[in-house]
């Protein structure tokens, strides 16, 4: 017979493989690379077909990637699910806080704002759709110009 897991444990072990993801993913973002071509060459071998710059708070992918999930669902109406899909991004992001903050104050404010208004309009008592797509745009826009793409 199988053993089954509540919806609450299986909740437990994605936030915390969500959270051991970002430890490992802060942990290397603080290394100095080894040489510039050593780190030219890691980077074009390893990079995405997305490529993206790392911001002065570090590698903020994990981020930007669970806030266009949450763009997604947003876009399709399905505003329940962004609503519970962002609580995740609440928790990586304050879970990151002690490590992201000190590198680049300025721009951990900017973005936790971003954050912060997202959460607002996503959690309100009747979220709409109008303006939770303009609060995830704002939000993916600062993860981007933050990353050097805007």
Known sequence: MPIRFSSSRRLTGRLLVLALGCVAVL?????PAASTEHA???ATSAAPASRHVASALGDLASFRHISAEVSSLVDRGN???AKTRIRDLEIAWDSAEAGL??????DWHQLDKAIDRALETLRADTPVQQASHAAMQNLLKTFDMLQGQA
Do not use: H, N, T
């Open 27 to 31: 942990s290397g973002c603080s290394k």
């Open 40 to 42: 030219a060459a890691a």
């Open 79 to 81: 505003l329940p699910a």
């Open 101 to 106: 903050k000190p590198r680049a104050p300025a």
